[in-house]
Every structure is written in structure tokens, then in C-alpha cells.
């Protein structure tokens, strides 16, 4: 059964939370500050995490990024949820590294469906890629590591989030070919996507700062305006 964290100063959110998540068969912990989710994640290591925005004390922003910073928690998926609907708020959680973005109030069905959808993907290991994939695959001296969801060139290394890592291995496993960024969403986010335009493009920019620590000379995706993303085949 997967244990996930749920984090919201207000009672009566992580109760609605709570009931919804454990109907649908999940084991729940809470935890109504910063810190304490903090604590939790680390000793618990939960399969997912729901997390406010906004605390007092550690809001969700430093939440994410010090669950990023950790070895030990930096692969947790983060659904993040927020009173703040504009557009700026959601681009900023993602960046942070929130893998999923749901505005308040929320319809309890659709967060248990977003949090079906990212468990099940982790669960069955659902890489959406050619069957002939590899653990490991090479793009020029670009290493792309499968097992350890990271990347290495140089004898540097930047370890990737589950989604970030997702997408990065579909684009390389099939460099030169453009996918627009509805049929990413579609395929990797498994939910209605119209109001989620964003996402893709801010998961893409932050493989692309990951790639720049390694190698700022060389771009590895490109985007065509109107058409969608590439890998681009490189001999670097």
C-alpha cells in the first residue's frame, strides 16, 4: 500500500485529503508544518507527497527545494497545492520542482486521479520509449543513465527528477523527431491538460539548466515554435 504525505497548516484540507486518499486505498500521513513534513519525508521515505504553498514557518517553495537538495528525497514526487491559481505561482512551484500543480479549492476526485496517475506511472515503470531501450544510452559523450536517473558528462553528474528524467529518455531515445507539447502532456501527465500549458515547457527548461551545468556550449533540445520539442543528435 503507498504511503503518501500530506502537508496543509488547515485541518479541515488535510481531513478532506485524508478521507479522500485512504478510500481510494493509500496509507496517509500528515503533517501541518514545514519542518515536521521535512522530518517526515526523510524518516518515512513516502511514494508521494501532497504539500501546500503557503505555511508558516517553511513554506512548499522551501520545502521543495531542500527535498531536492537531499539525495535521500530528491526522487519523491511533489503534487503541490495552492490558493494562488495565477500563472506565475504554478510556473514557480514546478521550477522548484513540483512535479504537479492543483489550485484551491480542488475537486477531491481530481487529486486522487493525479495521484493515481503518478504512482501508477512509477509503479509499472511506464517510460514511454522504444522497446529496445536501454539502461543506459550515450548522445554524443552526453551519458543518459536510466537506473540512476542522472546524467554525466565530463565526469560531472546532475541527477534528474522521475518526470524530468521521463522526458529527457523519450526525447534521446528518438533524437531528430519533434513531439508537440499536447502530445507530451497527454502521454506523461495522463489528466486533462487544457488549463496545464505550462508544464511541459517548465519541466523541458529545467533538464535544460541541469544540461547547461555540464556543458553551457552545447544545446540538447530544441523548441520549434508551433511544432514542439526535439532531441538534437550531437557528436559533443
Same mark, same amino acid.
Given at each position: ?8 497548516? /488547515? %485541518?479541515?484540507?488535510? &481531513? ?5 486518499? &485512504? ?9 501541518? @508544518?514545514?519542518?515536521? =513534513? ?10 508521494? +507527497?501532497?504539500? @501546500? ?14 527535498? %531536492? ?9 511533489? +503534487? ?14 514546478? /521550477? ?5 500543480? +492543483? ?22 515503470? /511506464?517510460?514511454?520509449?522504444?522497446? @529496445? ?10 551519458? +543518459?543513465?536510466? &537506473?540512476?536517473?542522472? #546524467? ?5 553528474? %546532475?541527477?534528474?527528477?522521475?518526470? &524530468? ?12 523527431? *519533434? ?21 511541459? @515547457? ?10 547547461? #551545468? ?9 523548441? =520549434?515554435?508551433?511544432?514542439? *520539442? ?7
Amino acid at each position: 500500500m503507498p504511503n503518501i504525505l500530506v502537508v496543509d497548516d /488547515e %485541518q479541515n484540507v488535510l &481531513e478532506i485529503v485524508r478521507f479522500n486518499l &485512504e478510500r481510494a486505498g493509500y496509507k496517509v500521513i500528515t503533517a501541518k @508544518d514545514g519542518n515536521i =513534513a521535512l522530518e517526515l519525508a526523510r524518516s518515512r521515505n513516502p511514494d508521494l +507527497i501532497v504539500l @501546500d504553498l503557503l505555511m508558516p514557518g517553511l513554506d512548499g517553495y522551501s520545502i521543495c527545494r531542500l527535498l %531536492q537538495r537531499d539525495p535521500a528525497t530528491r526522487r519523491i514526487p511533489i +503534487i503541490m497545492l495552492s490558493a494562488r491559481s495565477d500563472e506565475l505561482d504554478k510556473v514557480l512551484g514546478l /521550477e522548484m520542482g513540483a512535479d504537479d500543480y +492543483i489550485t484551491k479549492p480542488f475537486s477531491p476526485r481530481e487529486l486522487v486521479a493525479r495521484v493515481n496517475a503518478r504512482l501508477r506511472r512509477d509503479k509499472k515503470e /511506464e517510460f514511454i520509449i522504444p522497446r @529496445d531501450s536501454k539502461n543506459i544510452i550515450m548522445r554524443g559523450k552526453l551519458i +543518459i543513465d536510466k &537506473e540512476c536517473m542522472s #546524467i554525466e558528462l565530463g565526469g560531472k553528474k %546532475q541527477y534528474l527528477k522521475a518526470k &524530468e528524467f521521463e522526458l529527457l529518455y523519450f526525447l534521446a531515445c528518438q533524437p531528430g523527431k *519533434y513531439f508537440s507539447r499536447y502530445f507530451l502532456l497527454k502521454q506523461f501527465w495522463e489528466f486533462d491538460v487544457s488549463n496545464d500549458s505550462r508544464t511541459v @515547457d517548465v519541466h523541458i527548461r529545467r533538464i535544460r539548466q541541469k544540461l547547461e #551545468i555540464l556543458n553551457a556550449n552545447q544545446q540538447y533540445i530544441e523548441t =520549434a515554435r508551433g511544432v514542439g *520539442y526535439r532531441f538534437i543528435e550531437t557528436n559533443l
